[in-house]
């Protein structure tokens, strides 16, 4: 990438998250319920609230609410939230890594299974094995991740319990942790009874939420690979005296990735987007659960927060959405 | 002249769905080691259906009805997939149309001019890669280990189509099917490109089929012609009787309908539709009979 198109890049970045801060703001504050009343007692009296309101600020008008907050964020003081009244920071980051973890589980199941039905699809092109591709897709893809969930949670959870679907990890379990990677902690440290557990707890979500997402890159990547089967350069591999799976694997696959990256990308962002509601159903203390809570709760500065670190993650994977473009397009390279 | 290496016989096919209607009418051609046959006809006349044919890689919406493309006498539709690979990558190369598509854009130009070298032929990577840059300078291309290097969009067209030659004469196979070669390139790269294959079909003592609808370019290059027309081989000569006395109607007409510099005043002459006429019957002909046959068999099955 070259050095002008980093810049636009980061000037754009600078004003994106300024418009999710300011629109997340005045729709947090706009939305009926009172975060004071929440949290207060029903004896207290008027001087009581109003007392709470100026300790938080909210006695204030919107703008200059919003320029406080903005002031403290800039130096990285994203407040405290009120329903858990701890540094908004500190819950928040302790949320996202079980997040992060849920969500490139899912992706590495979407790609692997989206990956495989649609290299099966584009080597028997026109038999009966793409049919079969064809309807999982359509399934897949019209079944949203919270019904994928809920069925799961009946199937194996309720009917034939093999997996545990509520929590992230065995409570009664000793946790040796310092972070709060469980996931990559567990397997670093070679406690494989751990990441079991771990896994156990995670699957089913991570399956709820890769479903739709697999069937996605599937369908993409069946139809650029089978674009990509006929170019020139697939039929001069052909006539050189390679079979089928080997130009599929080998001449196919890796021009016909280039163009579903992108869509990949845009549709793990709604895979994120997807954590809020899974998360809840499986009881995951993710950032998405984390986030439910906060909106019932009316905690302001925790909604903000997360959302505003929705936000970073989201332009975080189209940045690395880009930059995969570049490393796989040798044409790109050279700016 | 030695026994032909290619040799297709009657080969006819048709679409699968496409009713009656034949793609290519009992075409045969032979082809010696040494030998450049030329393949001339209009677009959709079946040339490139040929040339597929001979690699065993036609389309899956076409079916072969009769016929047999032998290769150093062993006819290819008796083969099980594997062995006609193996018998195609190594006895045939394809030098094709267009340069800019018939290479990988994401691989680099080392790894597409060694892989059938070291997969199919079973050369070690050392040998490989000796051979294919020992033919990167026969083609002459100045700094052949910077393109060896380099990815396809790096390179010109006419480069391209050198890196394409080379890989072609590398796998050092006893028959090339030109596709066309020069189509797609300019008018200054076109005459130094079919100079340099025909200098390297006559080093190599190479069979090749060269396949153009370029009347100019069989006189330069081939010993031997098939005029096709609708899947037809409509006339099959030697070069020397096909100017001097072409005996088909229609190639006096595709004759006439070349530009000659050295009679400008002959202004360029469409073919003219009794011609196409004469052809549509003879063509109607063949295929008569074909359903007589047909007919026949039909009824000694019943």
């Known amino acids: 990438m070259r050095l002008s198109a980093l810049i636009i890049r980061l000037i754009s970045l600078v004003v994106t998250f300024f418009g999710v801060a300011v629109v997340v703001f005045v729709l947090v504050r706009v939305a009926p319920g009172d975060p004071i009343a929440m949290m207060i007692g029903p004896g207290a009296s ?23 907050w903005l002031g403290h964020v800039v130096r990285g003081d ?24 849920l969500a490139f589980l899912a992706l590495a199941i979407a790609v692997v299974i989206g990956g495989f039905m649609a290299i099966l699809a584009a080597r028997w092109r026109g038999t009966a094995t793409e049919a079969g591709v064809d309807l999982f897709n359509g399934i897949a893809l019209s079944v949203p991740d919270f019904l994928w969930g809920l069925t799961f949670i009946l199937l194996f ?24 990677f469980f996931l990559i902690e567990s397997i670093v440290r070679l406690r494989f009874d751990l990441t079991l557990d771990l896994l156990g707890h995670m699957l089913m979500p991570a399956m709820a939420l890769a479903l739709p997402l697999a069937a996605v890159i599937s369908q993409i990547l069946k139809t650029s690979l089978k674009e990509v089967m006929h170019q020139d350069y697939a039929l001069i591999a052909r006539t050189k005296g390679f079979s089928e799976t080997y130009v599929l694997l080998h001449e196919a ?7 579903s990256l992108t869509v990949i990308g845009v549709q793990f962002t709604f895979l994120i987007g997807g954590t809020v509601i899974v998360e809840r159903l499986f009881s995951y203390e993710g950032l998405g659960n984390l986030a439910i809570d906060a909106v019932i709760n009316r905690d302001l500065p925790l909604i903000q927060g997360i959302v505003l670190l929705f936000a970073v993650i989201f332009v975080g994977v189209n940045l690395a959405v880009d930059l995969c473009y570049v490393a796989l397009n040798p044409k790109l390279r050279h700016g | 002249m030695s026994a032909p290496f290619l040799k297709i016989d009657r080969l006819s096919v048709r679409l699968r769905r496409g009713g009656e209607g034949r793609l290519l009418r009992q075409a045969s051609i032979a082809v010696a080691p040494g030998e450049v046959h030329g393949l001339v006809g209009e677009s959709g006349a079946g040339k490139s259906m040929i040339g597929r044919a001979i690699f065993g890689i036609l389309p899956r919406a076409v079916e072969v009805i009769e016929g047999a493309v032998r290769l150093g006498g062993t006819d290819l539709f008796t083969l099980s997939d594997r062995e006609r690979r193996r018998l195609v990558g190594v006895n045939a190369a394809l030098i094709p149309q267009d340069p800019l598509t018939a290479l990988n854009p994401s691989k680099r130009i080392e790894a597409q001019m060694t892989d059938r070298l070291t997969r199919i032929l079973g050369l070690s990577a050392a040998e490989a890669k000796a051979r294919a840059l020992g033919l990167l300078e026969e083609v002459q291309i100045r700094e052949p280990a910077r393109v060896f290097r380099s990815y396809p969009h790096e390179l010109s067209g006419g480069m391209r189509q050198r890196v394409l ?12 099917v030109a596709d066309e070669p020069t189509t797609a390139l300019d008018v200054t790269v076109q005459k130094q490109i079919l100079k340099l294959i025909a200098e390297m079909q006559r080093r190599h003592g190479t069979a090749l089929l060269f396949v153009t609808h370029n009347l100019g370019v069989v006189a330069k290059i081939c010993q031997r012609v098939s005029v096709l027309y609708a899947g037809k081989i409509v006339e099959q000569t030697d070069v020397a009787t096909l100017f001097n006395a072409p005996a088909h109607a229609y190639t006096r007409a595709l004759m ?27 063509i109607a002909q063949t295929d008569n009979i074909w359903a007589e046959a047909r007919l026949a068999a039909a009824g000694r099955r019943a």
């Open chain 1, 253 to 259: 696959l890796r021009n016909a990735v280039t163009p």
């Open chain 2, 256 to 282: 006439a309908a070349t530009p000659r510099y050295d009679r400008p005043e002959e202004s360029l002459a469409p073919v003219r539709p009794e011609v196409i006429e004469a052809l549509s019957q003879e």
């Open chain 1, 46 to 68: 008027p001087q009581d609230i109003a007392d709470l309101r100026a300790l938080y600020g909210l006695d204030k008008s919107i703008p200059l609410q919003f320029l406080i």
């Open chain 1, 157 to 180: 959870g309720v009917a034939i319990p093999i997996f545990d679907i509520s929590g992230r990890v065995t409570p009664t379990l000793e946790l040796p942790f310092v972070t709060n």
């Open chain 1, 78 to 101: 994203f407040g405290t939230s009120i329903s858990l009244r701890e540094s908004v920071t500190e819950v928040v980051f302790g949320r996202l890594p079980a997040t992060l973890e």
């Open chain 2, 165 to 176: 030659i080379a890989s072609a004469f590398a796998a050092e196979p006893r028959l090339i």
